[in-house]
């Protein structure tokens, strides 16, 4: 009997300890995880890198310069303001700007949407607008209602652009 009183004790000394194991143990399956029902953990993590990378772009306001021809990319539907001289006169309602004197950046397209004061080579411009990317003439003019000269623009297919909101002639050409 000794036995069987030694197995009664034992197992009754096991189910002590499993008891509260298994009680926290059920309470980790709680409903109270979050609201990502039917979604993995890569879901939840691209989300919130999605979210990171968002926040991580602030709008440019400077020249147009070295630093922002490299980041070019990140600025594409963004809205920003450009400081830099007036290269070239496309047409009347476009103009190319160039990069400041310590850089060889390309020269950029500016397509100004609105009312434009007259620049002309050389004059230093502040141009808030949208970032573009693969100038396509039929879509800019269906876009922005302006007619441009097919001729002008056959150069700049598919080259980087900025849609300008607005463009002003009247900045210190030292800033």
Excluded: W
């Amino acid at each position: 009997m000794t036995t069987h009183k030694q197995m009664s004790r034992t197992r009754k000394l096991a189910m002590a300890g499993i008891l509260p194991i298994a009680a926290l143990s059920l309470a980790g399956c709680n409903s109270t995880s979050g609201t990502e029902a039917g979604a993995d953990v890569e879901d939840v993590v691209e989300e919130e890198e999605a979210v990171d990378a968002g926040a991580a772009v602030e709008p440019y306001e400077g020249a147009y310069d070295t630093g922002f021809y490299e980041d070019y990319e990140s600025y594409v539907g963004e809205e920003v303001t450009l400081s830099a001289d007036v290269n070239e006169i496309v047409s009347e309602k476009s103009f190319t700007i160039a990069g400041t004197d310590d850089t060889t950046v390309e020269a950029l397209l500016v397509i100004a949407e609105g009312e434009m004061e007259e620049v002309t080579p050389g004059l230093t411009v502040s141009v808030t607008g949208t970032v573009m990317e693969s100038f396509d003439l039929p879509t800019v003019e269906e876009e922005t209602g302006l007619d441009l000269d097919d001729e002008a623009f056959v150069d700049f297919d598919g080259e980087n652009y900025v849609v300008a909101e607005s463009v002003d002639t009247s900045v210190d050409a030292d800033s």
